[in-house]
């Protein structure tokens, strides 16, 4: 079993040198769990607290209850974390890809709306409602245009604009298996491959409660196994 801050440290060391971390995995095996066990441990790493978080419930609901299974038993830390992760939308998802695109475009234009001090903004998950779009098309010229206005109008503005202000965007995937390479692969990953991201795909292993991480980031590769318990993760 590997310690908690060995695994925080390494994962912190190479967030810290990544604007964009891709979270990617089968539904079940903790992507949520995970960018939430990230952040609330990084924003509150070191006293005095300063950093907050936008949380873009696209396709889900933020986990409330999660948060509070995660840090209940330090009392200090969740108290911040509850006032210093900012969901948006308030009280819902989006309900379509065009909702999506607009108040991403809203809130990098009208920064006087943002919070302060924002290190982080996590988006769960922002393949759900672009792959809803294309599927209502069948000419693959409707789908390129529609792929490369969601790059040009949604995404690029988006990563410039945590490249300019230091933020670091952590993107949640829906993955579908990819018959080529025979292995699951997140939604549109060749777009997102065009970037230098940190990449961290979770699978599920065959008739085990076991699970793996795998984290790629430029040459560098490594592999974890964990489970996921009420109070976080287990590092095997």
Excluded at 167 to 195: G, N, T, W
């Amino acid at each position: 079993m590997i310690s908690a801050p060995i695994v925080l440290s390494e994962l912190f060391s190479h967030i810290s040198r990544s604007i964009i971390v891709n979270i990617s995995g089968e539904s079940g095996t903790g992507k949520t769990t995970l960018a939430l066990y990230l952040i609330g441990n990084f924003l509150t790493l070191q006293k005095p607290y300063e950093h907050s978080c936008i949380w873009v419930q696209a396709s889900e609901l933020f986990p409330k209850k999660r948060l509070h299974s995660l840090f209940n038993a330090r009392n200090e830390k969740l108290e911040y974390l509850e006032s210093n992760i900012y969901v948006i939308p308030k009280g819902k998802c989006f309900n379509s890809y065009r909702d999506q695109a607009q108040v991403l475009r809203h809130f990098i234009d009208v920064e006087s709306e943002l919070p302060p001090d924002v290190k982080f903004i996590v988006i769960d998950n922002i393949s759900h409602h672009l792959r809803l779009e294309l599927s209502t098309h069948s000419e693959i010229r409707d789908s390129t245009n529609i792929i490369d206005l969601f790059y040009d109008e949604v995404l690029s503005p988006l990563l410039l604009y945590c490249i300019r202000k230091k933020i670091h965007l952590i993107l949640l995937h829906e993955v579908s298996f990819d018959m080529k390479a025979e292995q699951q692969r997140p939604f549109l990953h060749k777009l997102y491959s065009r970037l230098d991201v940190l990449h961290i795909h979770l699978l599920k292993l065959f008739n085990s409660h076991k699970k793996k991480m795998k984290i790629s980031c430029g040459d560098a590769q490594w592999e974890l196994c964990y489970k996921i318990e009420n109070t976080g993760f287990v590092w095997l």
